[in-house]
């Protein structure tokens, strides 16, 4: 029942800041949980930032402080501020929703296809 994009990706230098977005289809946006998560070349997917229908957030140790997700349900989008960009930060940022919230990315049903996001030294 939904359906994600994201947008936003693109190539930046350390210390800068990028924010991704994410438009969600579907009218029951709001009733979801919605996640980010990246995957870097040769690695795993990992959780990055969780945020409730209400509010509540939760991020990654690794960028807690420096990434902050929000949501507007009123154009059903959520968003990944990121600032103070690492290159260690560089991977394909995907964003899902869950119809709970969590931060195991078992428990999300639907998924982006993904947005690169390039942080040079």
């Known amino acids: 029942q939904v359906q994600l994009v994201e947008s936003g990706g693109g190539l930046v230098q350390a210390g800068g800041s990028l924010r991704l977005s994410c438009a969600a289809s579907g009218r029951t946006f709001s009733s979801y949980a919605m996640g980010w998560f990246r995957q870097a070349p040769g690695k795993e997917r990992e959780f990055v930032a969780v945020i409730s229908r209400r509010g509540r957030r939760d991020y990654a140790d690794s960028v807690k402080d420096r990434f902050t997700i929000s949501r507007d349900n009123s154009v059903t989008t959520v968003y990944l501020q990121m600032n103070s960009l690492k290159p260690e930060d560089t991977a394909v940022y995907y964003c899902?929703?869950?119809?709970?919230?969590?931060?195991?990315?078992?428990?999300?049903?639907?998924w982006g296809q993904g947005t690169q996001v390039s942080v040079s030294s």
């Open positions: 899902a929703a869950a119809s709970y919230y969590s931060p195991r990315q078992s428990s999300y049903e639907y």
